[in-house]
Every structure is written in C-alpha cells, then in structure tokens.
C-alpha cells in the first residue's frame, strides 16, 4: 500500500533556529497536507498544497509540493518554544477520501 | 468555537464491553473520517461518509466496528467486543468537499484503553 516516509523520527534544534523536514513517498500525490500534533490532541493543519512545485507560507512556516509529486518539504524558520509537537505529512490521491500519513517528526526546541 | 468535537475524550473499558464514540463535524462540511493513532504511529483510516452515506471502509474495520451518520451530521463508532489491540486514539475529521479543497480538519480525539 501507499507509505510516506518522514525522517529522521525526532529533531532537537536550538530556538532562533530554522530547520527543515521531508516527506517521500513511492507513489504519486495529488494534494500534500502537514499537520502538527501535541500530545493528547487531534492533528493540527498548518498547510495544503494541491500542485506540483507550490511553495507556500503560512507565518514562519513554508512548505512545498515536489515536482515529481512524490515529495514534499516543510521548513520552519526562527523557531520558538511552542513550535514542540510531532509533525506529519498527509497525502490524498485527490478524490478526497482518505490520506495516508507518515510516522511523524518528533521536533523538540532547546531554549 | 466551531471546529470537530469528540465525545469522550477518554474512555477506559474492559474486555469484551461495548463502547460508542461521538462526532461532531464542522457544520457546514459534508465529508466526516473517522482514523485510528497508535503510539508513535500515524492516523489511519477508517471509513469515511458523504452527508449519510459510508462511501469506503478500511480493511482495518473489522466486523467489530460500525460506524454511522444517520442524517449526515454528527457520526459515531461502535466497536462491539473490545479487544486490548482496540487501544488506540480514535480521530475525527470532517471536509467540505469541492473541487480543488482537500483539506481535512481534525477534532481532539477519543483515547480508547482497553484493559
């Protein structure tokens, strides 16, 4: 079945700093999705891209649909404190039925 | 606030019991998905509805499990029998389906400990 990949599992980074994580797959995605997740929460949507080669931002938060549509790039700069949480990438084939996630990143932030 | 709610947030029930779980979906979004989280895991997808219709079930919803949305509003999920494997975090979302919008907004889930 269709799989994304997100690695590595956890990130430690320092605040003020950017850091960048991607999402691949074997299999071609009409739309990417990240959300970001706390603890005991439901996922959290920061960004939906729908087509081959979008950059988008959304604050300090950029992300971007690969060209092959088998990719897909989150990158958050000037980080803070509660930027902590697990983030994953979501595809949807684009019938708008079900995504498929990755296994998430773990991102801690060191004051 | 007018996002997805979920009733419980928590339930804790042994073996074998019965439970149902509530959503609530976004009011005006006529798509509602029901996931299930494992630790370290991400969502995984249940079964899904367009306003009262279930349009596709995972493999992974056994016979246990019944879900329904009988007027194309709030939903629930039953699982019958539960098993100590039936642990999980049991997520909602709802869409609004049109062309060109995919996105999927998620409520606070139901954490499910069976003991």
């Known amino acids: 079945g269709q799989q994304l990949n997100q690695s590595p599992q956890s990130m430690f980074i320092q605040e003020g700093e950017d850091v960048s994580m991607n999402c691949t797959s074997s299999s071609i995605f009409n739309t990417w999705l990240w959300y970001k997740q706390d603890p005991g929460e439901g996922p959290v949507l920061l960004i939906a891209?729908?087509?081959?080669?979008e950059l988008t931002s959304n604050g300090r938060l950029t992300a971007q649909f690969g060209i092959t549509r088998k990719d897909s790039f989150l990158n958050i700069s000037a980080s803070i404190p509660s930027d902590v949480g697990i983030y994953f990438c979501a595809g949807d084939t684009g019938a708008n039925s079900k995504l498929t996630f990755g296994k998430g990143i773990t991102l801690s932030v060191r004051p | 606030d007018t996002g997805v709610s979920q009733n419980p947030r928590h339930k804790i029930t042994k073996r074998g019991q019965n439970v149902t779980f509530r959503c609530d979906p976004i009011s005006e979004h006529n798509r509602l998905y029901w996931y299930r989280q494992t630790l370290g895991q991400g969502p995984e997808f249940l079964t899904y509805?367009?306003?009262?219709?279930?349009?596709?079930k995972s493999r992974l919803l056994s016979d246990r499990f019944s879900a329904e949305r009988p007027k194309g509003s709030f939903s629930t999920l039953e699982i019958q029998r539960t098993e100590q494997g039936d642990s999980a975090m049991y997520l909602c979302a709802s869409s609004l389906h049109r062309t060109g919008s995919y996105e999927q907004y998620f409520g606070p889930g139901t954490r499910l400990t069976v003991t």
């Open positions: 509805f367009q306003n009262e219709a279930q349009l596709e």
């Open positions: 891209l729908y087509k081959a080669g």
